[in-house]
């Protein structure tokens, strides 16, 4: 491998091509703009170019320093990442975020399996449904609703989003609920929301569902709470339910379910592949929803 310069030489270069200053290069650097400047001369030297056009009062970049920069930009900026990794592997705390109902419901009540699994790993699990700019925030991994497309991210399918009417018997015989076109007249929590269109569709029920009103609530979780008062039937996720459903506390009326097209994922910065608390997470969340294959259909698990 032919010898690289010297990498103090590179790095004054890469501050001061990147803020086309010497000064405030030496400001970031720690050092003296003349010991910037000369580190520049050492490496033009070196390369027996001009990497700076030198003018009254300012520099600017060269045509090949132009080419240079952000090949060594994107160097350092790889180290540091090399580096906060290894720091961050020896950080204690994995730090998640979820959407509500996906948290509350289900993540909540399993976390401590993992908790159990890597004693060596305390959990942070922050709930909200507002989407978080995970490169500019202290969480390491999220779980995110969509198409698993986000720049600058890793996304592991989870399950695809699926909602079917869930119930209590009560309910259910208080309303002589036996078809689909039955919950037409029921009270439906959320009532206006689209997904009832959806799953109405999906079971076959030609209905224009004029608005009317109802209680929206803005999870499933409090949803939960409102339907096992038999107060109403909930469009609710039967994987999140299937402990509820398994003992008669919550019904299922029909099998049809609504699936909108988008899916769960465990998202992370790209460049943190590889750090071992996440990836440990990520397994992990696989093995748990493999419980669950056979159980429930398997489309739900088929990726977009």
């Known amino acids: 491998m032919e010898p690289l ?3 103090s030489a590179v ?11 010497f000064s405030r290069a030496a ?25 700076f056009v030198r003018e009254k009062g300012r520099v600017r970049l060269s045509e ?8 060594v930009t994107a160097a350092f900026a790889g180290m540091a990442d090399a580096f906060a990794a290894l720091r961050e592997e020896d950080h204690e705390v994995l730090a998640i975020n979820a959407a509500i109902s996906l948290g509350s419901v289900w993540l909540s009540g399993r976390i401590g399996r993992f908790q159990m699994r890597f004693p060596d790993l305390a959990v942070r699990l922050s709930l909200a449904n507002e989407t ?30 699926h909602f079917t009417p869930i119930c209590t018997r009560e309910f259910l015989e208080a309303n002589a609920i036996a078809r689909p076109e039955d919950l037409l007249r029921a009270e439906r929590l959320a009532p206006n929301d ?4 959806g799953w109405f569709a ?59 097209g ?34 429930l259909p398997d489309r739900i698990f088929k990726p977009l």
């Not at 910037?36 to 033009?44: A, F």
């Not at 320093?65 to 952000?70: A, C, E, Q, T």
């Not at 978080?132 to 720049?151: H, K, M, Y």
């Not at 689209?194 to 269109?197: E, I, K, L, M």
């Open 132 to 161: 978080i700019d995970l490169g500019n925030s202290s969480f390491d991994v999220a779980i995110r609703a969509g198409s698993g497309v986000w720049e600058g991210l890793r996304s592991t399918f989870l399950f695809r989003q």
């Open 262 to 295: 988008s899916a769960h994922w465990l998202v992370h910065p790209v460049n943190r592949v590889g750090v071992r608390k996440i990836e440990r997470l990520r397994e992990w969340l696989l093995e748990e929803l493999e419980a669950y294959r056979g159980v």
């Open 64 to 71: 090949a320093g132009h080419r240079l920069l952000p090949a």
């Open 194 to 197: 689209a997904g009832w269109a």
């Open 202 to 260: 999906a079971a076959g029920v030609e209905a224009k569902l004029a608005p009317r009103r109802g209680i929206v609530m803005d999870n499933q979780s409090q949803e939960a709470s409102i339907v096992q008062e038999s107060y109403g039937v909930a469009l609710m996720s039967p994987l999140f339910w299937q402990a509820e459903l398994e003992s008669g506390r919550l019904i299922q009326p029909f099998e049809t379910l609504y699936m909108p």
């Open 27 to 51: 400001e970031e650097l720690g050092m003296t703009q003349a010991a910037v400047s000369y580190q520049v001369r050492q490496l033009e030297d070196r390369l027996g170019r001009s990497l």
């Open 5 to 7: 310069p010297p990498l």
């Open 11 to 21: 790095r004054a270069f890469e501050a001061a091509g990147r803020l086309e200053n």
